[in-house]
């Protein structure tokens, strides 16, 4: 597992800063507002409202507001993220929106916070932090079980079932929720918090308050998985305060200390970004 586990980490955590600053990542999310009544967005043009199927969209020719490539002039329905086609909002300078739900998002890939950001600090890598476990899926439906992890909006996440594995001398069993497909493979989620996540930011062994994620693959059944622990990843939550984090269940709440993954984002001075 050496040069292959290494290898793996490091086109991973290239990935990860690439993901970061890119015009969709975290750090150019500059506004996510929930519109419920026909309101103004910060920093764009247009008076927005709620509407089945999305928003809309009220605006004139020279506000600049572009649906699907084309100008608006009047109201238009942007549709939103589970439409078959969502919608793709231009905006001028460079600004672009998105839809989720009632809530509109709205990306600047210039934003101050790109600008500054350097990297994402990490653990160094260890192979002694690439571990097995045995996941076991819940049979039935558990409602209980199933509603036990929260997302970042206060509704319950699909728990799969759990993953039983040592972490240091602990042995633990980690609650593990469905996650989106990831380039069509089905996979689970982890969400963790452990002892670094409750040392002070400036301390060398501390990770971000709120937990870190930890993906792996989805066997679909009860099988052998592996945990790479150097791939644990920061929420969105530690890039922008425009998205809110969700809560680890306390199954995966870890007294040891899990010194692999990402730590913070850190700026060109060193310092913890967010």
């Known amino acids: 597992m050496t040069d292959t586990s290494a290898a793996r980490s490091a086109e991973h955590a290239e990935q990860r800063d690439a993901w970061a600053r890119s015009p969709r990542g975290p750090l150019a999310l500059v506004n996510a507002q929930h519109v419920d009544t026909p309101q103004p967005v910060w920093p764009v043009p247009g008076t927005w409202a709620p509407a089945v199927g999305g928003l809309t969209v009220t605006a004139e020719a020279g506000d600049g507001v572009l649906v699907d490539g084309v100008p608006v002039d009047g109201t238009v329905l942007v549709a939103g993220d589970t439409a078959v086609v969502p919608s793709t909002v231009a905006f001028p300078d460079g600004f672009a929106g998105t839809v989720n739900g009632d809530t509109l998002r709205v990306w600047d890939p210039a934003s101050d916070a790109i600008a500054r950001f350097a990297r994402i600090a990490r653990f160094d890598h260890a192979d002694g932090w690439v571990r097995t476990g045995r996941y076991v899926p819940l049979v039935g439906d558990d409602l209980e079980a199933r509603g036990g992890v929260l997302d970042a909006a206060g509704d319950a996440l699909p728990v799969a079932g759990h993953v039983e594995t040592t972490v240091g001398d602990a042995t633990v069993r980690l609650l593990a929720v469905r996650s989106a497909a990831f380039r069509g493979a089905p996979r689970l989620q982890l969400i963790v918090q452990?002892?670094?996540?409750?040392?002070?930011?400036?301390?060398?062994?501390?990770?971000?308050?709120?937990?870190?994620?930890?993906?792996?693959?989805?066997?679909?059944?009860?099988?052998?998985?592996e945990l790479d622990w150097n791939l644990l990843v920061l929420p969105p939550c530690a890039f922008s305060y425009q998205y809110a984090c969700p809560i680890p269940p306390e199954d995966n709440r870890l007294t040891v200390a899990v010194t692999a993954g990402e730590r913070h984002p850190v700026d060109t001075d060193g310092a913890v970004l967010h």
């Open 194 to 225: 452990d002892a670094t996540s409750a040392l002070p930011e400036d301390d060398p062994d501390s990770s971000y308050s709120m937990g870190r994620f930890l993906y792996l693959d989805d066997p679909g059944a009860e099988a052998s998985v």
